[in-house]
């Protein structure tokens, strides 16, 4: 079964310090990677996305993401953290082999980032 | 370009009435997704759309939900006979349709209480 976990709930961070977090996946063939956040009372904003190529993508406000197939991870990280960047972030993959619904993403629970002053 | 719109935003009904959240797709966007949010909870998937379609409603409870995409205006998630469990955050998104990598865009969603 296709799944993704993000096995920590809560993340906390000093501001200034690096930050990761955590995404596994398993899907059947290649994935295709999302991260989301979402800020409070708000939909959710795209980050990045992996789909082939080099296996660090960078995006939006200073986020980038790891791709690692052996560990069938894709960790969200920042070198330097921001207490805006304090919100609830959301890891999705979507399996390259599937029948039906190619375009259905499975989500991860999401992980609580705080950042402190 | 503006983003998805959703409206209501905040939308209360009593128990036994109907609900209906609108979704307007980024332009140029032929492809809808709905979702719901509980609290402490993830995003679980509903149901998808194209124009005039319904792709895949895996999602939807079998009774009292529906979902549609007219050809002229939005999409529509109608909730009939709502009852208390059915208050949660309501999310829309919308693609482009390039394939399976494309990326889904969300509104701001609509936040249903029920009384």
């Known amino acids: 079964a296709q799944s993704v976990a993000q096995p920590e709930d809560q993340v906390n961070v000093a501001e200034g310090n690096p930050l990761t977090v955590k995404c596994t996946y398993s899907v059947s063939g290649n994935p295709y990677l999302f991260w989301y956040v979402q800020y409070p009372n708000r939909g959710l904003q795209f980050l990045l996305k992996y789909i082939t190529g080099d296996n660090l993508v960078k995006g939006s406000y200073g986020f980038e993401a790891e791709f690692n197939k052996s560990q069938t991870s894709f960790h969200l990280k920042k070198p330097s953290a921001l207490v805006s960047d304090s919100a609830l972030y959301f890891c999705?993959?979507?399996?390259?082999?599937?029948?039906?619904?190619?375009?259905?993403?499975?989500w991860g629970l999401g992980t609580s980032l705080a950042v402190n002053p | 370009n503006a983003g998805v719109m959703q409206n209501p935003r905040h939308l209360v009904r009593r128990r036994g009435q109907e609900a209906r959240l609108r979704c307007s797709p980024m332009k140029g966007h032929s492809h809808v997704y709905w979702y719901r949010q509980l609290p402490e909870e993830g995003l679980k998937f509903m149901v998808y759309?194209?124009?005039?379609?319904?792709?895949?409603e895996s999602g939807m409870p079998k009774e009292r939900f529906s979902a549609e995409f007219p050809k002229e205006g939005p999409s529509i998630l109608r909730i009939q006979q709502v009852v208390r469990g059915d208050s949660a955050a309501y999310f829309c998104?919308?693609?482009?349709?390039?394939?399976?990598?494309?990326?889904?865009?969300f509104g701001p969603g609509t936040r249903l209480t029920v009384l």
């Open positions: 998104a919308s693609s482009g349709g390039s394939g399976r990598a494309d990326t889904q865009y």
């Open positions: 999705a993959v979507r399996a390259t082999k599937s029948a039906g619904n190619n375009r259905k993403l499975i």
């Open positions: 759309l194209q124009k005039e379609n319904i792709i895949d």
